[in-house]
C-alpha cells in the first residue's frame, strides 16, 4: 500500500546516456512534483504538473523532460546525462486544493532515487 | 521569492534531553504554511509537523511543537524526550496558499544525533 513508488531506487551510468525515472502515486492527489538533493543534502523544485498540466518549471536545463501520461504518474526523462546531475532525484504529491486545509497542501515524497553518472 | 534559513548545520542531543531546531523565512505572502521534514538515513522524507500561518495556536504532534513566531518569521521545532530514532536531517519547508502546484522552499537542513 505505499503511496508513492519511485522506481528505480538507484540508477548508476555513463555520461552521455539517456535514462528515466518512473513515479506513481495512489493516493488520488492532483499535484506531483520532482525535486533534486544535491550532495550537500540541498533539495530543490524542479517540476510540477497538476492533473497531466506542467504548472512549475524552475530553470532545469532541457535535457530534463517530465511526461505525465495521467495524473497518477509523473516520469522523469533525463537525455545526454552529466556528471553534475549526480544526485537523490525525489518524487512527491499533494492535492493543492484552494480552500481546503493545510493537509491539501502536504507533500508526500517518495523514496528517492539515487542517480550516479561515471 | 521565498527563503528558508535554518543556521544551525549540526546539533547533538542526549536520549531523553529536549533539543530546539531553528528556523526563520522571508515571505510577502501572508498566507502560507509551514513544515517540517525528517530524514533518516534511509533517506525516505518524513512529514513531522505543519502549521498554518493563520492559526495563532502552536502545532503540536507528540513529541514534536513548534513556537511560531509569525511577526519574526520564525518556526522552531522542539523534540522533546528524545529517542535514538529521531537521528536525522530535519528540513524547514515553507509553501504559500496558492492553491494549485504549491512547491516547497525547504531551508539547508540541520543534522541531529541523538546519543547515548
Known amino acids: 500500500d505505499t503511496a508513492v513508488s519511485q522506481t528505480p531506487k538507484y540508477l548508476v551510468t555513463q555520461m552521455g546516456n539517456d535514462k528515466s525515472i518512473k513515479c506513481e502515486q495512489n493516493?488520488?492527489?492532483?499535484?506531483m512534483y520532482w525535486y533534486k538533493q544535491d550532495s550537500k543534502k540541498f533539495l530543490k523544485i524542479m517540476f510540477s504538473?497538476?492533473?497531466?498540466?506542467?504548472?512549475i518549471n524552475e530553470t532545469v536545463p532541457n535535457r530534463f523532460s517530465p511526461k505525465s501520461p495521467d495524473k497518477a504518474h509523473l516520469n522523469l526523462h533525463i537525455n545526454s546525462l552529466e556528471l553534475g546531475d549526480s544526485a537523490v532525484y525525489f518524487c512527491?504529491?499533494?492535492?493543492?486544493?484552494?480552500?481546503?486545509?493545510?493537509?491539501?497542501?502536504?507533500?508526500?515524497f517518495g523514496p528517492g532515487t539515487r542517480l550516479t553518472v561515471t | 521569492a521565498q527563503t528558508v534559513t535554518q543556521s544551525q548545520p549540526e546539533m547533538s542531543v542526549q536520549e531523553a534531553e529536549t533539543v530546539t531546531l531553528s528556523c526563520t523565512y522571508d515571505?510577502?505572502?501572508?498566507?502560507?504554511?509551514l513544515f517540517w521534514y525528517k530524514q533518516p538515513p534511509s533517506r525516505q522524507m518524513i512529514l513531522v509537523i505543519r502549521?498554518?500561518?493563520?492559526?495563532?495556536q502552536n502545532a503540536t504532534e507528540n513529541r514534536f511543537s513548534v513556537n511560531f513566531q509569525k511577526a519574526a518569521k520564525s518556526f522552531s521545532l522542539k523534540i522533546s524526550d528524545s529517542q535514538l530514532g529521531d537521528t536525522a536531517m530535519y528540513f524547514c519547508?515553507?509553501?504559500?496558499?496558492?492553491?494549485?502546484?504549491?512547491?516547497?522552499?525547504f531551508g539547508t537542513g540541520t543534522r541531529l544525533q541523538v546519543t547515548l
Open positions: 515571505t510577502s505572502e501572508n498566507n502560507y504554511y
Open positions: 512527491a504529491s499533494s492535492q493543492d486544493r484552494v480552500g481546503l486545509a493545510v493537509s491539501s497542501y502536504e507533500q508526500y
Open positions: 519547508a515553507f509553501t504559500p496558499h496558492t492553491g494549485t502546484a504549491s512547491k516547497l522552499t
Open positions: 504538473y497538476n492533473n497531466k498540466e506542467l504548472i
Open positions: 493516493l488520488g492527489h492532483d499535484t
Open positions: 502549521q498554518e500561518a493563520y492559526k495563532q
